[in-house]
């Protein structure tokens, strides 16, 4: 009977650990996403400031139409890139050594 009440006493004490262990990780990745999620977020207001500033700065030399037409091309062009990009990636058809032991996630 001992040896059972032990058994149950080092499971709940595994247990303990085990959710210490993951409110200490948890932490971190919450931590780490919300770095990420502001950096994300800074990144798009610096893409969309660049946007504006070559948007106005080609409408003073080749007129508004033309250079949003332009910018937006640029936008466009750069964007389809990179979805082709890390597409390839996601299929394991990177570069070398990026994406290789990665399998197909469309089953």
């Known amino acids: 009977m001992e040896t059972f009440a032990n058994l149950i006493v080092s499971f709940f004490d595994l247990l303990e650990a085990e959710g210490r262990t993951f409110k200490e990780k948890s932490?971190?990745?919450?931590e780490?996403?919300?770095?990420m999620f502001f950096g994300v977020s800074l990144v798009i207001y610096g893409v969309f400031a660049v946007g504006a500033a070559l948007y106005m700065w080609l409408s003073d030399h080749i007129?508004?139409?033309f250079s949003a037409l332009l910018v937006?091309?640029?936008?466009?062009?750069?964007g389809i890139w990179l979805?082709?990009?890390?597409r390839a990636i996601t299929y394991g058809k990177g570069g070398a050594g990026v994406g290789s032991e990665q399998k197909r996630t469309d089953s």
Do not use: M
């Open 32 to 35: 780490g996403f919300l770095i």
């Open 63 to 65: 007129g508004k139409p």
């Open 72 to 78: 937006a091309a640029l936008f466009l062009g750069i």
């Open 83 to 86: 979805l082709t990009k890390g």
């Open 27 to 30: 932490v971190l990745v919450i």
